[in-house]
């Protein structure tokens, strides 16, 4: 029998909460905490069976699953094409400059905009995307500086990196096996490293896309066309 989603988080909680964060980092949020609900619900509705492909992010944006607990979780599309929308807590130590508002957030994730919008065009039903893929973010946590800047995880010094990657390596390699694909692709570089780390040994095949980060100029320049291109390169058809 597979393992439960559930029972993978609470231990991937479990190892993360112990963790400490020194400076430039001022505040973490864990939406698998304060957003939990959203996201069991996600994973309810949607990560059953087995995937031939799992596409994988790097970490929350603070407008996209900070405020929702769906990966890439842009408002609009998350509450419009995958249909949830369900009260979101907040963290224990909120930044005033990233509050969490939950689905009455209004800021929009460009590149969960991006990437839902892509797949969206595609399958406007989303139970027909989910029967292929699944969505999920290698590391759960949002970093934040004392001025609310975001703070990616790949910038972390090696002391706080690496037993920080040592838990969401675990937790990885468990949803994987659930999900059985063979396909791994990481929306950008980072996180098709840590994929190919994480799963080492396992038979499947990895590949990567381009992030939709409007911080990426070829992102800017057509992200669209460029991951059509690149999951079409990878064996991936869309209709």
């Not at 949830?84 to 400059?97: G, T, V, W």
């Not at 929009?108 to 905009?113: P, Q």
């Amino acid at each position: 029998m597979a393992e439960s989603f559930a029972r993978i988080l609470d231990d991937l909680n479990a190892d993360l909460a112990g963790l400490r964060f020194a400076p430039p980092v001022s505040r973490v949020y864990n939406p698998l905490v304060y957003a939990r609900r959203a996201h069991d619900l996600y994973l309810r509705r949607y990560g059953g069976g087995r995937k031939e492909v799992v596409l994988l992010g790097m970490n929350p944006g603070p407008w996209g699953m900070a405020q929702t607990g769906v990966p890439f979780g842009e408002v609009e599309h998350v509450r419009d094409w995958l249909g949830i929308d369900c009260p979101i807590d907040r963290p224990e130590q909120e930044h005033p400059k990233r509050p969490i508002e939950g689905f009455a957030c209004r800021r929009s994730e460009v590149s969960g905009r991006r990437l839902w919008g892509f797949f969206r065009d595609h399958y406007p039903d989303p139970a027909d995307f989910f029967a292929r893929f699944l969505v999920i973010n290698y590391c759960p946590l949002v970093f934040m500086e004392e001025g609310g800047r975001n703070f990616t995880p790949d910038k972390l010094p090696a002391a706080e990196r690496e037993p920080l990657f040592a838990a969401c390596d675990r937790a990885l390699r468990r949803q994987v096996v659930r999900l059985a694909p063979r396909l791994v692709v990481g929306v950008g570089a980072f996180a098709r490293d840590r994929a190919g780390q994480a799963l080492s040994g396992l038979e499947l095949d990895f590949g990567t896309v381009l992030h939709p980060s409007p911080a990426s100029p070829a992102a800017n320049r057509g992200w669209a066309e460029a991951a059509t291109a690149q999951l079409a390169a990878l064996g991936v058809e869309l209709p």
